[in-house]
């Protein structure tokens, strides 16, 4: 059974590139890993997702080594409104496993 | 439109009771899940199933019952409810969870389930 961790939380200002890391020891081998965000009061919201090497798209970056043993969310210049919760979420053998959550706080 | 919704957004309701929370998603998907979501915001997932069919069925209270009369609703029973389930409940949907074994779901906004 997989298991995840993250940072409870960390702190920024606005402007600045944060970087989350989760662990996932025991992902299977065909398994992805996906990142949400929550705002307080609403749903998790999918943010990105990859399964090795960097992926990219127009509000994150997801970078995955080689042993996939963890991944790294990377938020370039952030602004107040990403103040929020980030998951991470990785499937191993059919059960999904959530991390229990990063709280970020953007300051200004 | 929305894509995945919920009905109620708020239940506040008696020991004892039972509820039923509603969802249903607009987005073609096979696969819909239900979530609790506790005080301390850890997610946890209760049932998935695809194409009306139970698929992950985690180890939750046999008071707690998915139904799924097609696969475009997804909705959970809770009999004699407790103080314990006091919670969050997401539902969410995604594309055919066994073909792609990948998991962008997308989230219904809640259920703020309150037992006094």
């Not at chain 1, 103040?83 to 496993?97: E, M, N, Q, R």
Request: charged fraction near 20%; charge should be neutral.
């Amino acid at each position: 059974l997989a298991k995840t961790t993250q940072p409870i939380s960390m702190d920024s200002y606005e402007g600045q590139e944060v970087n989350i890391t989760c662990s996932h020891n025991n992902i299977a081998t065909n398994d992805y890993i996906t990142w949400y965000q929550q705002f307080p009061s609403q749903g998790p919201r999918f943010i990105i997702q990859g399964y090795k090497t960097k992926v990219t798209n127009e509000v994150a970056s997801l970078f995955i080594p080689a042993d996939r043993k963890s991944s790294t969310l990377s938020l370039p210049r952030v602004s107040l409104s990403d103040t929020a919760v980030y998951y991470c979420l990785v499937g191993d053998g059919g059960k999904l496993i959530f991390g229990q959550g990063t709280e970020l706080s953007v300051k200004p | 439109d929305t894509a995945v919704s919920q009905t109620p957004k708020y239940l506040v309701t008696q020991m004892g009771n039972d509820k039923s929370i509603k969802c249903e998603q607009n987005l073609g998907h096979d696969t819909m899940y239900w979530y609790k979501q506790d005080s301390k915001k850890f997610l946890k997932i209760m049932f998935s199933y695809n194409n009306k069919e139970l698929i992950i069925n985690e180890t939750v209270p046999n008071r707690f019952s998915p139904k799924s009369p097609d696969k475009a609703h997804l909705n959970l029973h809770i009999n004699s409810l407790e103080l314990g389930d006091s919670a969050v409940y997401f539902c969410a949907s995604s594309q055919d969870l066994a073909a792609h074994r990948s998991y962008e779901q997308y989230f219904g906004p809640g259920t703020r389930l309150t037992v006094t």
